[in-house]
């Protein structure tokens, strides 16, 4: 059983341009989390998706950043216009469907974005 | 709200020292505790966790108690080894919460041979 997967493992834009970053949960998981991890701190959590459904988002920043989980494929966190304050590494976690989502959360390798 | 407060790094040891990180908790209810460790260029994994006062979690020669008098989850390990070098992470699931996670800033900790 594969982990979460994460892809790109890094990815460098520069001011102004669009980040998509790709997340697939371990498979029978449907529950996904983002974190993001800026440099030096500890990871924030920024949003909570299940399949078609957004069920928290209250980390998430107000502007330019969404986030999506459709019936087929990966989730996808899309950061708009980005700003060097964008440049973390950003996190995915799953946990196991058909569950409380209390479960425990499995994560991904990351993502390290390097906004220029 | 709730929140995770870890001792600063980095955390400098020898080869089979002991080790101890220290992590304190602020929470209104009755929360799950976990520590993760995220070894360089990776993401992070579960090391252990509990899941109420006086629990004892345990894998891979770490220990960690909760402790509700102290609010505290503080992580040992009798003898390090170089592998072990790696940032950890204490952190907490909110009672009322689906499951959202509130992480401490981590602890870098390098052993040397």
């Known amino acids: 059983n594969a982990g979460v997967m994460q892809n790109p493992r890094h990815l460098v834009r520069r001011r102004g341009q669009e980040a998509r970053l790709r997340c697939s949960p371990m498979?029978?998981?449907?529950?996904v989390y983002w974190y993001r991890q800026l440099p030096e701190e500890g990871l924030k959590f920024m949003v909570y998706l299940q399949k078609e459904n957004i069920i928290d988002e209250s980390g998430m920043p107000k502007e330019r950043f969404s986030a999506e989980f459709p019936k087929e494929g990966p989730s996808i966190l899309r950061i708009q216009q980005v700003v060097r304050g964008d440049s973390a590494a950003y996190f995915c976690?799953?946990?196991?469907?058909?569950?409380?989502?209390?479960?425990?959360?499995?994560f991904g390798p990351g993502t390290r974005l390097l906004v220029l | 709200g709730d929140s995770v407060t870890q001792m600063e790094g980095p955390v400098t040891l020898s080869e089979e020292a002991f080790l101890t990180i220290n992590c304190t908790y602020t929470?209104?209810?009755?929360?799950?505790l976990f520590w993760y460790v995220q070894y360089p260029g990776e993401g992070l994994q579960l090391l252990l966790k509990?899941?109420?006062?006086?629990d004892k979690g345990s894998n891979k020669g770490f220990e960690a108690t909760y402790r509700k008098e102290t609010t505290s989850f503080h992580l040992e390990k009798g003898s390090v080894q170089v592998s072990d070098s790696a940032v950890y992470f204490c952190a907490l699931r909110e009672t009322d919460s689906w499951g959202k996670l509130q992480f401490g800033a981590g602890t870098q900790v390098v052993v040397t041979p």
């Open positions: 976690a799953s946990s196991p469907t058909g569950t409380q989502p209390r479960e425990t959360q499995y």
């Open positions: 509990a899941t109420k006062a006086d």
């Open positions: 929470a209104t209810g009755y929360p799950s």
């Open positions: 498979k029978g998981h449907s529950h």
